[in-house]
């Protein structure tokens, strides 16, 4: 069994590499069509409110800008000041997830992880 652990990094809408909650934010996409099992966590700090969100994909091209992306079922959370959350996905049926956290107000820093499970 193979274990990997990779920290998400994130950009703002206007692509600017950041980590800072004051705007909307999506992490870089990470391939998942040979793992089996996958979570995500995210720790945010300061006074962020908005909503954290993944994200999945099974367009057959490498994720670009033209990706279609939809919502994972029950994978929203509303984040109101500092916190962590963990999602956890047992049986991975799609090719590409991210992360994506929509601003409401505040500001904070966020830092993600992904931990996946394959053979």
């Known amino acids: ?23 909307n934010l999506t992490s870089n996409s990470i391939d998942i069509r040979t793992v089996y099992g996958c979570s995500l966590q995210f720790k945010y700090t300061g006074a962020p409110e908005g909503t954290m969100t993944v994200e999945a994909s099974d367009d057959e091209i490498v994720p670009a800008a033209s990706q279609n992306w939809v919502t994972v079922a029950g994978s929203s959370v509303v984040v109101t000041g500092t916190g962590d959350w963990i999602y956890n996905i047992a049986d991975l049926n799609t090719g590409f997830i991210r992360l994506k956290y929509t601003f409401a107000s505040g500001t904070g820093a966020l830092t993600a992880k992904i931990v996946t499970k394959g053979v």
């Open 1 to 23: 069994m193979r274990f990997l652990s990779v920290d998400l990094s994130f950009v703002t809408d206007a692509g600017a590499s950041s980590s800072s909650m004051a705007a």
